[in-house]
C-alpha cells in the first residue's frame, strides 16, 4: 500500500512558477512508475507527466513540453512537477499517481494510487 500527499499548490500569475512535490509513504518507492495528472473543472483528469522508477526516463503531454519538468528523489520518496511559463489554462487540480508494474503511467487506468490532489490556479 502506498499513500501519497501533494502540496505546494497555490495562486500564481501568468508567467509564473510552482513546484508541487508528492511524498510517499511505504518502503517501495524506488520501484514504482510515478506522474502527475491534472483535472480542470468540467473537463476529464489528463495526464501531465511520468518519470520511470529511476528516474532515467521521462514523458509529458504535448501541452506542458519544455515548461513542466518532473524528477525524483527516492532517498526522500518523492516525486516533483516543477512547472514554469504557467498559463491559466494550466489552472487545475493536480494529482500524484503510483503504478507498480509499468515503466511509465500515462494513462488513467494504469494508475494503481492516488493522492488526494493539490490546487493550482493561474490568473491571467
Known amino acids: 500500500q502506498v499513500q501519497l500527499v501533494e502540496s505546494g499548490g497555490g495562486l500564481v500569475q501568468a508567467g509564473g512558477s510552482l513546484r508541487l512535490s508528492c511524498a510517499a509513504s511505504?518502503?517501495?518507492?524506488?520501484?514504482?512508475?510515478m506522474g502527475w495528472f491534472r483535472q480542470a473543472p468540467g473537463k476529464e483528469r489528463e495526464f501531465v507527466a511520468t518519470?520511470?522508477?529511476?528516474?532515467?526516463?521521462?514523458a509529458y503531454a504535448d501541452s506542458v513540453k519544455g515548461r513542466f519538468i518532473i524528477s525524483r528523489d527516492n532517498a526522500k520518496s518523492t516525486v516533483y512537477l516543477q512547472m514554469n511559463s504557467l498559463k491559466p489554462e494550466d489552472t487545475a487540480v493536480y494529482y500524484c499517481?503510483?503504478?507498480?508494474?509499468?515503466?511509465?503511467?500515462?494513462?488513467?487506468?494504469?494508475?494503481?494510487?492516488w493522492g488526494q490532489g493539490t490546487q493550482v490556479t493561474v490568473s491571467s
Open positions: 499517481a503510483a503504478n507498480s508494474r509499468l515503466l511509465v503511467v500515462t494513462r488513467l487506468r494504469e494508475v494503481d494510487y
Open positions: 511505504g518502503r517501495t518507492f524506488s520501484t514504482y512508475a
Open positions: 518519470i520511470t522508477w529511476s528516474g532515467g526516463a521521462t
